[in-house]
């Protein structure tokens, strides 16, 4: 019995390691046929096939490389962000900080500026007190409202005016011309009859006052002092003092 022959026939496209295996088996009295056959189904390899694959996948690792580039970069810039903006908020405390703290120190300048201002102004006051001459309290004088007041205080102001005089010049006059009444008037003697005169406790005539009139005293003739004073200054001007006067003047 004849052996069996057979022709096997591998037809294939490798794509990644797989591969299609056709096996085709003829008898040995068929032998033409087999013949034809085998050279109408010769095996064909085709290297495009393999290429355009391969192509495929390298652009598809290739996207998902950049991909993976482009989430990493943005992962990045988003950890970037984050940094800078905690960067910013650290600086702007900072800056506050130290604007606080300037805004102190120049509060405690003034402060003591003020305080240092306000012992000094103490200290010249106190200098002043120390330098400034003591004020002698003078008891203010007072006279009785009477004739022995009356001469008393007429005669310090003649004395401050230098206006010679004594008490009892004084009271002698005065009692000899109107017995103290210093509302008296004269209506009969020449001066009464020529329309002026005499009054006060020193009969003194409206002419006289005006002209002797000590400065300070009261205008009024029948004023007790401005009487005596004015016709203590006539007397001092005429007779040398009302002392040496002893009759009407």
Not at 4 to 16: D, R, S
Not at 91 to 115: L, P, V
Not at 117 to 132: F, I, L, N, V
Request: without cysteine; aromatic residues 6%; charged residues 20%.
């Amino acid at each position: 019995m004849p052996k069996n022959t057979h022709k096997i026939a591998l037809a294939g496209v490798a794509t990644l390691g797989a591969a299609a295996v056709a096996f085709t088996v003829v008898p040995a009295d068929a032998q033409t046929t087999t013949r034809e056959a085998a050279a109408s189904t010769r095996v064909a390899y085709s290297s495009e096939q393999l290429t355009g694959v391969k192509a495929g996948i390298t652009d598809q690792l290739a996207g998902s490389s950049v991909k993976v580039d482009a989430i990493e970069a943005k992962k990045k810039a988003a950890a970037d962000a984050v940094k800078k903006a905690a960067a910013a908020k650290k600086a702007a405390a900072a800056k506050k900080a130290a604007s606080a703290a300037a805004a102190k120190k120049a509060a405690a300048k003034k402060a003591a500026a003020a305080k240092k201002a306000a012992a000094a102004r103490k200290a010249k006051a106190a200098s002043r007190s120390a330098h400034r001459p003591q004020v002698k309290q003078v008891a203010v004088k007072t006279y009785s409202n009477n004739l022995d007041g009356w001469i008393r205080k007429s005669l310090d102001i003649m004395k401050s005016k230098g206006i010679p005089g004594s008490y009892s010049g004084l009271h002698r006059n005065i009692m000899r011309e109107s017995s103290g009444n210093p509302n008296a008037i004269n209506d009969w003697d020449i001066n009464a009859i020529n329309g002026i005169p005499s009054k006060g406790l020193l009969q003194v005539i409206p002419p006289t006052f005006a002209t002797y009139h000590v400065a300070g005293t009261s205008w009024n003739i029948y004023d007790p002092v401005a009487n005596i004073t004015a016709a203590a200054n006539y007397a001092a001007h005429r007779y040398g003092s009302i002392d040496n006067v002893n009759s009407a003047y």
